[in-house]
């Protein structure tokens, strides 16, 4: 069991150790709780649990009762019924081996269980980024929205002394109803958004989904051994789902060996009236011992037939598997790497664009400014601030997409 609690553990901490926000591991941990997929995925696990305990059982005892219409008369009285009771019994261990094999069956439904928990906390952990990244882009246009305002009325400063034209007011104006309708585009992309992550969540709260302030990207990252992917619940599972299948060939040739069972009748006997032979009336007691022999067993040849190619099926899956999990991490290396090298780019150009603004702003002290070179500093460092902020999401995206992959 510290295996398994060693496995659902990481689920929640890899995507912390990566998000450095402490709602993140919260939502993580409600998911699990709330969500009907996951729990659809337990009660799966539990239904697995319980059937150890079905094959853990001998077939059903056959009772039997006849009555003779016209009795048999013999030299001790007439048989009147006949009473009998039988019990089939497997080979000795048999129902040890049917319980290994539901073992096994068993691991591979706790396996899809704990995929299924962590593809939903990486689902969780990528929509928190995607509503962090609107919320700061939101910000973002606000404070440029704002700074516009502060360029008109240097502009309306500007036109009372001739130095600039009304022009140039409409066209803050009307920069500045663009960013408006920019910021009520990412308020309606913030709802849809936050009802998508509260379904994941599977809950029916009206408060705001809280994410954090703002996030960067850090210097270095935390070294992991990303190139292990062995223990991969998802790779895992082929290993159970093989060891299962060597169990059912197991338990298949312990079902070929022969069955036995015992069994009683009881006939009882009436008294004879005409004459009184020793153990007259006496009743007929007459245990049983059979054996079933699967003379032809074609069948148990054919499972084993099908087990091996089963297993073969299952190699090729994995290997598959193996080299789908590779491609997924090289490219979300190659996309977090990416992400980075985009947010330090946009990094400078946003301080750039800073000292440009610096520039104008003196050019206006000194009596000229050009307010389309205004507008021009200003798309630019909206488009950089932007830009910035969507490798922070895609950073931590792929983070955590690495973290699903190779954290144990």
């Known amino acids: 069991m510290n295996k398994r609690f060693n496995i659902a553990t990481a689920i929640v901490l890899g995507f912390t150790a990566v998000a450095t926000a402490q709602d993140l591991s919260g939502y993580i941990a409600e998911v699990e709780t709330n969500n009907p997929e996951v729990q659809a995925y ?3 696990y539990s239904i697995a649990q319980e059937k150890v305990n079905e094959v853990n059982t001998l077939p059903d005892t056959e009772f039997g009762v006849g009555y003779f219409v ?10 009147r019924a006949r009473f009998s009771v039988k019990q089939m019994l497997p080979w000795f261990g048999t129902i040890s081996k049917r319980e290994k094999y539901q073992d096994a069956l068993v691991e591979t439904e706790y396996l899809e269980y704990v995929i299924a928990k962590r593809k939903l906390g990486l689902a969780v952990a990528q929509g928190y980024y995607k509503l962090y990244t609107i919320e700061a882009q ?54 849809a958004a936050e009802i998508q992550f509260k379904n994941t969540l599977n809950t029916a709260s009206e408060g705001r989904i809280l994410v954090v302030d703002s996030l960067s990207i850090p210097i270095e990252d935390e070294q992991i051994n990303s190139e292990d992917l062995s223990a991969n619940p998802e790779l895992l599972k082929y290993d159970k789902l093989y060891e299962s299948v060597t169990q ?16 009683l009748d009881y006939i009882p006997v009436s008294e004879r009236t005409d004459m009184f032979p020793a153990d007259n009336g006496k009743d007929i007691v007459m245990p049983m011992v059979s054996v079933s022999v699967p003379i032809f067993n074609s069948k148990y040849k054919s499972v084993s037939r099908q087990n091996e190619l089963r297993q073969q099926e299952l190699d090729a899956q994995k290997a598959q598997r193996l080299n789908t999990l590779k491609n997924l991490l090289a490219e979300a290396k190659q996309h977090k790497n990416t992400a980075r090298i985009n947010f330090n780019t946009q990094k400078q150009n946003i301080a750039q664009a800073q000292d440009a603004e610096e ?25 950089f601030q932007l830009k910035q902020l969507q490798a922070v999401q895609n950073y931590y995206e792929q983070a955590a997409l690495i973290n699903y992959l190779t954290n144990i």
């Not at 016209?70 to 048989?79: D, I, L, M, N, Y």
């Not at 409409?170 to 408006?180: F, G, I, S, Y």
């Not at 059912?248 to 069994?263: D, H, S």
């Open 359 to 383: 520039i104008l702003l003196k050019s206006y002290e000194t009596g000229s400014i050009d307010f389309n070179d205004v507008l021009d500093i200003q798309e630019l460092q909206l488009e």
């Open 70 to 79: 016209s009795t048999p008369e013999t030299r001790v009285g007439a048989q």
């Open 42 to 44: 337990e009660l799966r």
């Open 248 to 263: 059912a060939e197991i338990l298949n040739r312990q079902e070929a060996a022969p069955k036995w069972g015992v069994g």
């Open 138 to 191: 939101s910000k973002v246009v606000q404070q440029n929205v704002e700074l516009l305002e502060r360029y008109k009325e240097l502009a309306l400063n500007a036109v009372e002394v001739a130095k600039a034209s009304v022009v140039d007011v409409l066209k803050l104006e009307m920069r500045q109803n663009e960013l408006k309708a920019q910021q009520q585009i990412l308020e309606e992309r913030r709802i």
